[in-house]
Nanobody
Framework: QVQLQESGPGLVKPSQTLSLTCTVS??????????WSWIRQPPGKGLEWIGY??????YYNPSLKSRTSISRDTSKNQITLQLSSVTPEDTAVYYC??????WGQGTQVTVSS
């Protein structure tokens, strides 16, 4: 069974770049069948789609596109998220997920000085 595990710093300073990693086990990320997404949930708010990556390329939420980069490391079976120029509004629980409904447990990121 596929498992996804997010990891990264829990605290990031404003204006810095947030970097998160999603490590996938039980299945290869090099597949034409699925896409791999990042989603976040700010405190007290709903889910916000950040973007996804698949064999054909990457696709981003237009509101975040200028600050977002999603890539993959096939040697480590990992999906990475980078979000630049963060502000306190980027404070959220960040999730990675596979398009057929497998989610990671999420990782809390707080942006604060």
């Amino acid at each position: 069974q596929v498992q996804l595990q997010e990891s990264g710093p829990g605290l990031v300073k404003p204006s810095q770049t947030l970097s998160l990693t999603c490590t996938v086990s039980g299945g290869s990320i090099t597949t034409n069948v699925y896409s791999w997404s990042w989603i976040r949930q700010p405190p007290g708010k709903g889910l916000e789609w950040i973007g996804y990556i698949r064999e054909s390329g990457t696709y981003y939420n237009p509101s975040l596109k200028s600050r977002t980069s999603i890539s993959r490391d096939t040697s480590k079976n990992q999906i990475t998220l980078q979000l630049s120029s963060v502000t306190p509004e980027d404070t959220a629980v960040y999730y990675c997920l596979r398009s057929d409904g497998y989610w990671g447990q999420g990782t809390q990121v707080t942006v604060s000085s």
